[in-house]
């Protein structure tokens, strides 16, 4: 009887908390959008005015947050993004894509998920902050750009803070 009973409540309930794990899911997916970088607007990470530099710039969406956190280089990015009590916070990272536009005007319209980047480490150009990882969505643009500029290609997995 009491088994019963039990079996009858936990079932539904479980059932519950999985649909309701399912919908947050796809709805985190779904969200957030990459936004243009205004004139004025500060680095997360260092406060410097991100569009008074050249090279590929970072977004970032966090938990319980609707304003894209940004940051002046995709050094910056990742040197705050790689901290541990930072990456289970993220829900959404965007870089530029540097196929488009030229290096001191990144295209805003042409940001692109971070995760899916091939990059370029070590090359002569520089960002905000001096060296810093150029961003690319094409394997060929990227490794176009390391011909030209040096550097080695990584993807976003390959990335660690001693690297940077
Ligand atoms: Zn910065
Ligand atoms: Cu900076």
Redesign the pocket.
């Known amino acids: 009887m009491l088994l019963k009973v039990t079996k009858n409540v936990l079932l539904p309930l479980a059932m519950g908390m999985l649909l309701l794990a399912c919908d947050r899911g796809s709805q985190e997916s779904i969200q957030h959008s990459p936004v243009a970088i205004e004139p004025g607007k500060e680095?997360h990470l260092?406060g410097?005015i991100i569009t008074r530099f050249p090279g590929p710039k970072g977004e970032a969406f966090v938990r319980h947050n609707e304003q894209a956190l940004m940051f002046?280089?995709t050094r910056?990015l990742f040197a705050w993004l790689l901290q541990p009590d930072v990456t289970s916070q993220v829900e959404a990272v965007y870089v530029h894509d540097m196929a488009k536009g030229d290096w001191a005007n990144p295209q805003d319209d042409a940001m692109i998920d971070a995760h899916k980047a091939w990059y370029v480490v070590g090359s002569e150009r520089k960002g905000?902050?001096g060296g810093t990882l150029a961003s690319f969505a094409s394997k060929a643009a990227a490794e176009k750009f390391a011909d030209e500029y040096g550097g080695k290609l990584l993807q976003f997995s390959d990335i660690n803070l001693e690297l940077l």
Do not use: V
Request: net charge negative; proline share 0%; glycine share 0%.
């Open positions: 680095c260092c410097m002046c280089s910056d905000a902050m």
